[in-house]
Structures are given as structure tokens and as C-alpha cells.
């Protein structure tokens, strides 16, 4: 293991990240659609910051391979959390018949724009779409792992109650840790989608000059963060991450 300083360095070889082999230590069920998976990596997992992905790679016995990338969940070890797409290629595997022992190849850990610093002592911001959640919870996990007492707030925009992935841990993480706000919005319930009062009711107001990070799909982002900058927010301090 690296030391903590070294924390998400991803190791490479000749300049490039190289792969590693990994195999499944256990998983956990977060929805119906929504599987965590704890991996075991060769040599031991590197360490990484809140915020950043993995790739991961599966070769079939036939030797075809199929590539995607997934945000890291947890503050520490390797796990990711895959929500599964109806007609996707990987993540139905992922979900529904991945097992344990088995093995992938992941690479990684990447990005250090998208990630949350410890030693940043501004507020926090989190604004999650449907499983843009993951990478805002190994932040929230991290930060309780740290001991810091950086104030959170999380907003977090799914369908519906069922849909929550990690509802009973962000309960009990809004009742024990101390400075961690969760709101959640069930947009098929109220029949519409997050909007300016959601974010001007429930986040940090831009006299705080919180540091703002935004998980989600390309449209739920480009909306929220469009939201923040018309309330005031600093565009520099606004950090997206989208898919699909």
C-alpha cells in the first residue's frame, strides 16, 4: 500500500496506467437495479481521492473485450457501485451475473480535477442525479473516515424512494455525522424534476463560496449547474462530472 500522501497516484507503467487483475470479494444490493462490488486487486489497490474512476475490463472466453469506466464509491480499498442498463453490454453482467472470485482487469485511479481535498476547508456542495451519487459518496465516506469536520450538504435527485441507492447509509450518516445535510427529491412522486427552488432552497447559498461537485447525467447537469451560476456561484468553483 502507498502511503496516504501518495493516495491516488495510479500506478503506471512507461507513462501509461497499466492494468491489474482484480477479482470480487463481495457485493452488496443498494436497489433493484444497483449493485456495489468490493474488489480484491492484485498487489493491493494504490489508494485514491473521493471523486475519482476506475476502468474496468472483461474479456470473454472467446477472448472479446469490453471496456467501461465507473466512479469509485468508497474512501478507501477498491469498490464501485454499477447501475444496470436496460440493452447495455456490461452492466447487466455486473449486476446479474458477476460472481464472487471472479475476475476483471481494472486500471486506475483517474481524474484529479473531480475530486474532494481534505485540506480544502470550504463548504461542500453535493448535487447527485439518479447514480451520480457514487463518486459524491466516497467523498461523504471519506470525509467521515478523516475525521473532518467540513460542513456537507447533499442533494440527491432520483425517481423514486425505491431508487435511492445508499438511502440507509446516508440516513444514518445524516443522523451521526456531525455537519452532513442530506435532502433527497423524488421527481416521478411530485411529477417534476429538480429546479432553481430545490437548489436555492436546499444548498449552500453563494455567500458561503462553497466548493460545488455535480454527479449525473448530461442533461440533469447541464441544468443544475446552469441553476447554480444564475443563483451567483463562482463557475470556477462548480465541478461536473456527467455520463450517458
Same mark, same amino acid.
Given at each position: 500500500?502507498?502511503? +496516504? ?8 507503467? *512507461? /507513462?501509461?496506467?497499466? @492494468? $491489474? #487483475? ?22 493491493d489497490w494504490p ?53 464472487? +472470485? ?8 483517474? *481524474? /484529479?480535477?473531480?475530486? @474532494? $481535498? #481534505? ?65 433527497h427529491i423524488h ?11 430545490d437548489v436555492n ?44
Amino acid at each position: 500500500m502507498q502511503h +496516504s500522501s501518495e493516495a491516488g497516484r495510479p500506478e503506471r507503467s *512507461g /507513462g501509461r496506467l497499466t @492494468w $491489474r #487483475r482484480a477479482v470480487l470479494r463481495s457485493f452488496r444490493q443498494e436497489t433493484p437495479t444497483a449493485r456495489t462490488l468490493v474488489f480484491d486487486v492484485d498487489g493491493d489497490w494504490p489508494g485514491h481521492l473521493p471523486g475519482q474512476h476506475v476502468d474496468v475490463r472483461l474479456t470473454a472466453a472467446d477472448g472479446y473485450r469490453a471496456q467501461r469506466s465507473y466512479s469509485i464509491a468508497s474512501a478507501s480499498g477498491l469498490e464501485i457501485t454499477v447501475q444496470r442498463l436496460d440493452g447495455g453490454e456490461v452492466s447487466p453482467y455486473l449486476t446479474d451475473t458477476y460472481d464472487i +472470485s471472479w475476475p476483471v482487469e481494472v486500471r486506475g485511479p483517474i *481524474g /484529479g480535477w473531480f475530486v @474532494w $481535498r #481534505r485540506s480544502d476547508p470550504a463548504p461542500v456542495q453535493l448535487i447527485a442525479g439518479g447514480s451520480g451519487i457514487v463518486p459524491l459518496m466516497a467523498m461523504i465516506r471519506a470525509r467521515a473516515a478523516s475525521g473532518s469536520k467540513t460542513p456537507f450538504k447533499l442533494l440527491h435527485s432520483v425517481r423514486t424512494p425505491e431508487d435511492a441507492i445508499y438511502a440507509d447509509e446516508l440516513r444514518r450518516r445524516a443522523r451521526d455525522d456531525g455537519g452532513l445535510d442530506v435532502r433527497h427529491i423524488h421527481t416521478r412522486v411530485r411529477g417534476k424534476r429538480i429546479g432553481l427552488v430545490d437548489v436555492n432552497t436546499h444548498a449552500w447559498p453563494k455567500d458561503f463560496a462553497p466548493n460545488v461537485f455535480v454527479c449525473g447525467p448530461t442533461g440533469f447537469v447541464e441544468t443544475v449547474a446552469d441553476i447554480l451560476v444564475a443563483l451567483g456561484h463562482e463557475p470556477s468553483r462548480v465541478r461536473t462530472e456527467r455520463f450517458g
